[in-house]
């Protein structure tokens, strides 16, 4: 059963090879994601013949950069120069991909910066700066992914002081459920406008199950119909970590879609 034409689905760059086949006749627009690893791994000879193909079975990438360890807001300036590093590999694969949307963490975590807020925030606008020509050239979207934050507010900070079409929100609703302490509405309400992306996956609000969509506790036909009147034209992302659970969200998505 092709994926829906409007979605996107998460794809392990270090599995594409072997997926390959998959994700074109079924039609999966991957969202590829990157570890450190991988990008010192790559064979960029192999990457543009793999971009060749998806780009001539006319589906669309987005890649997830990673994110373990790094921190664009770092207070330690060495932190922030291995971060860059990274990101900067990630622009030199989308140079092949050509995606859409470039997702990436933010970094802040309430319980670490909560005192240093406001230099962590600084820290990220300049960082960021240094990357919006490049997303520009290359015509894509930096977004920026909702991970521990309780609340919009230093995101929304972060999004308004750049300012930029091309420097956009990644809402990661499984996130949400596990961190935010707020509704749905509140968060739309603040960040909607902002949303270019959509992370579509379900959990029980304890642990980043990653479950298909209905299969936890999270108002699906709410979080849609959010999405159509404030971002309608957001990626829609799923988030299955399996072959088996992309499955099962491409049926369970029919539930609540036209």
């Not at 207070?75 to 050509?98: K, M, N, S, W, Y």
């Not at 520009?136 to 930096?142: A, D, L, V």
């Not at 404030?230 to 369970?252: D, F, G, K, M, Q």
Request: glycine share 4%.
């Amino acid at each position: 059963m092709p994926m829906r034409s409007d979605f996107h689905a998460h794809v392990p760059y270090s599995r594409l090879s072997e997926h390959l086949e998959y994700v074109v006749a079924n039609r999966i627009n991957p969202e590829l994601f990157f570890s450190a690893e991988v990008l010192d791994q790559i064979v960029w000879e192999e990457l543009s013949a793999q971009a060749q193909v998806l780009h001539s079975a006319g589906l669309s990438t987005t890649i997830h950069a990673p994110f373990l360890d790094l921190n664009p807001g770092a207070l330690d300036p060495f932190i922030r120069g291995v971060t860059r590093q990274r990101f900067r590999q990630v622009f030199q694969a989308a140079e092949q991909l050509r995606p859409t949307v470039i997702v990436f963490h933010p970094g802040y975590d309430e319980l670490r910066y909560g005192g240093n807020r406001l230099e962590w925030l600084k820290n990220s606008i300049a960082f960021w700066n240094e990357f919006i020509p490049r997303a520009k050239e290359q015509s894509c979207i930096i977004a920026m992914e909702n991970i521990f934050e309780k609340e919009p507010s230093t995101l929304r900070a972060l999004l308004e002081a750049i300012d930029e079409p091309c420097f956009r929100h990644c809402f990661d609703v499984g996130h949400w459920n596990m961190f935010t302490t707020g509704t749905l509405e509140e968060w739309f309400s603040e960040l909607g406008p902002f949303i270019a992306e959509c992370h579509i996956h379900d959990n029980h609000g304890q642990a980043d199950e990653h479950l298909p969509p209905g299969e936890g506790q999270i108002d699906f036909v709410k979080l849609l119909s959010l999405l159509k009147q404030h971002a309608p034209n957001a990626v829609r992302t799923v988030e299955a970590h399996t072959i088996e659970r992309l499955e099962r969200a491409r049926t369970n998505l029919d539930k609540y879609l036209p």
